[in-house]
């Protein structure tokens, strides 16, 4: 085992979830309905992308994927898909990102993201959804040669595309980069599929990864050992 890169999940990896569920009540309230729809269709994406009729008309950026998930979110909760596309846009692509300004990353990232650089590893990430005002209220601005959306090539992980893009836009092969997130159904099974190394951010030890760990400075004892 050995790798070139080091490369994030961001939602629930690099931050504690409860946090920002404490501070999105009132929107989540208030799009009550959006968000279940929402939430379903991104099940059934999933679901759809290991099936040969999708991939072979799979959207191929994120305009198109974004196009056909609100003509599902719209077929889902019987409105336009013009309304649909307006209220994800709205709720889940700008509102929601805005409260991370209370966020904080887990104690600990920017010390492991420190350490990382300074033994010159190369620091991506990729998340299911647009990362970019998330990081920037986070203060990780800057923290990342390479910051995707996964939403960019038409697929959600746990399909591999997500992440050969990432390794490719960092110049690297898949299995020449140590993915780190908190999901093993998303983030261990997909970088798996794409050949990378996985370590996961849990409590206890999850058996399908390479490492599990809580403590960001036993993350990056155990890449100052494996890298």
């Given amino acids: 085992m050995s790798f070139k890169a080091v490369a994030f999940d961001l939602d629930g990896t690099l931050y504690s979830p409860p946090s920002l569920y404490a501070h999105c009540i009132d929107l989540g309230l208030r799009h009550a ?3 279940s729809a929402y939430a379903a269709v ?3 994406l999933r679901s759809l ?15 198109s994927f974004r196009r056909f998930q609100a003509s599902l979110v719209a077929r889902h909760m019987r409105i ?8 994800i846009d709205k709720f889940l692509y700008r509102d929601l990102p805005e409260r991370f300004r209370f966020i904080r ?27 970019h005002r998330k990081l920037e209220l986070l ?41 780190v997130g908190n999901k093993k159904e998303y983030d ?22 390479d490492f599990s760990f809580f403590d960001w400075r036993d993350l990056v004892e155990w890449i100052s050992l494996n890298r």
């Fill in 33 to 35: 309905r959006l968000l």
């Fill in 42 to 44: 991104r099940k059934q």
């Fill in 49 to 63: 992308s290991d099936t040969s009729d999708f991939r072979r008309n799979a959207p191929d950026d994120a305009v």
């Fill in 80 to 87: 336009s898909e013009e309304s649909a596309a307006a209220g």
């Fill in 105 to 131: 990353p887990y104690p600990g990232v920017t010390a492991c993201l420190d350490a990382l650089d300074a033994m010159g590893l190369p620091l991506g990430l990729m998340s299911d959804l647009p990362p």
């Fill in 139 to 179: 203060g990780l601005t800057g923290r990342f040669k390479v910051a995707l959306c996964a939403e960019d090539t038409g697929f959600l992980k746990p399909e591999k595309e997500p992440f050969e893009a990432l390794a490719f836009a960092m110049g690297f092969e898949p299995d020449q980069v140590l993915y």
């Fill in 188 to 209: 261990v099974a997909g970088a798996h599929k794409a050949g990378m190394t996985t370590a996961i951010v849990s409590r206890r030890p999850v058996a399908e990864a």
